[in-house]
């Protein structure tokens, strides 16, 4: 049930230029010829980012659960913008297919949260799953946080491959939540970012 990660995202070899959230930046998916736009996410795109975001946890025998752990949805401005973080959303053709986003967890110590990372099934293992996952690391550095940690559902082994391609690893840590409709366990993953507050 984590929010923070899929299971089946791959890593793509070629790393791209940071991407400046607050603009509409034009993404090539090569293999696909098709041109994405990674743009900042609102509230009205809440009912739409809720769907997507419920179709994945249904694949894995779970569902959205918003009087809890995904509750956050219900105001992204406030829960994202509002307290340092960043949302953004990827969109084809106008319509959003992934989502991906940042949240600190102690400005002070420079650390730093992802979540959200979630993308339409048709488009995993494709450029859109490495430009998400990307665009959360260059903001993370170019707003000079120290440290990112983050929690991945135990189940979800392909994800924390992906993860470990870039750098993370694993923490040690792992918790058990009864936040949603099922309890679940997720493992927490770490790194040290080059430069920092």
């Known amino acids: ?16 230029s940071p991407v400046d959230p607050n603009t509409e930046a034009e993404i090539r998916i090569p293999y696909q010829l098709e ?20 179709e994945t946890y249904r694949k894995h025998g779970d569902k ?27 969109e084809k053709d106008g319509t959003i297919i992934g989502t991906h986003a940042t949240q600190p967890i102690n400005l002070p110590e420079g650390l730093l949260t992802f979540r959200r990372l979630y993308l339409k099934p048709e488009y995993h293992g494709t450029e859109a799953s490495h430009t998400l996952f990307k665009w959360a690391m260059d903001w993370a ?36 939540l009864e936040d949603a409709p099922d309890p679940y366990s997720e493992y ?4 040290d970012l080059p430069s920092g507050k």
């Open 1 to 16: 049930m984590s929010s923070h990660c899929l299971d089946y995202f791959e890593v793509l070899p070629e790393s791209h």
């Open 35 to 54: 041109v994405m736009k990674l743009r900042q996410a609102n509230n009205e795109d809440a009912d739409i980012i809720i769907s997507l975001i419920d």
């Open 64 to 90: 959205i659960w918003l009087e809890g752990y995904d509750s956050d949805l219900l105001d992204i401005e406030d829960n994202y913008f509002n307290n340092g973080g960043h949302f953004v959303v990827l």
């Open 141 to 176: 550095i170019e707003t000079q946080f120290k440290r990112v940690e983050f929690w991945s559902d135990t189940r979800y082994n392909r994800a924390h491959n992906f993860f470990k391609k870039y750098g993370f690893a694993k923490t040690g840590a792992i918790q058990h």
């Open 188 to 191: 927490q993953f770490f790194l």
